[in-house]
């Protein structure tokens, strides 16, 4: 890895700080279709800030310290991202 390259875990932790993250849909959110998964998107990871392109997949945050019902956000995450929030796996290869 080269001097300044963040691992996984780091940059999940940036973009993920201050924030509970739980993978699924969720009945009350406005944004949530009928499938947790977009078939295809170049957009950015929200979970860990990956420009790859594919599939993305639905996750909710909320503010830590609060209540689960406020300030329920939306939330478009790639793949890794899911496995690691779902069940604490590392991509292969990262840290």
């Known amino acids: 890895?080269?001097?300044?390259?963040?691992t996984f875990t780091e940059?999940?932790?940036e973009y993920s700080e201050g924030y509970h993250l739980m993978?699924?849909?969720?009945?009350?959110?406005?944004?949530c279709g009928e499938d947790d998964t977009d078939e295809f998107s170049?957009?950015?990871?929200?979970?860990?800030?990956?420009?790859l392109a594919g599939s993305r997949h639905v996750c909710h945050s909320f503010v830590e310290e609060g209540n689960p019902r406020k300030g329920l956000m939306h939330w478009s995450v790639c793949c890794d991202c899911l496995m690691y929030i779902a069940n604490g796996d590392i991509p292969e290869g990262e840290e």
Not at 23 to 31: K, N, R
Not at 42 to 51: A, F, H, I, L, Y
């Open 1 to 6: 890895m080269s001097e300044g390259a963040r």
């Open 11 to 13: 940059r999940f932790a």
């Open 23 to 31: 993978p699924g849909l969720v009945e009350d959110c406005s944004d």
């Open 42 to 51: 170049c957009q950015q990871c929200e979970g860990c800030g990956s420009r």
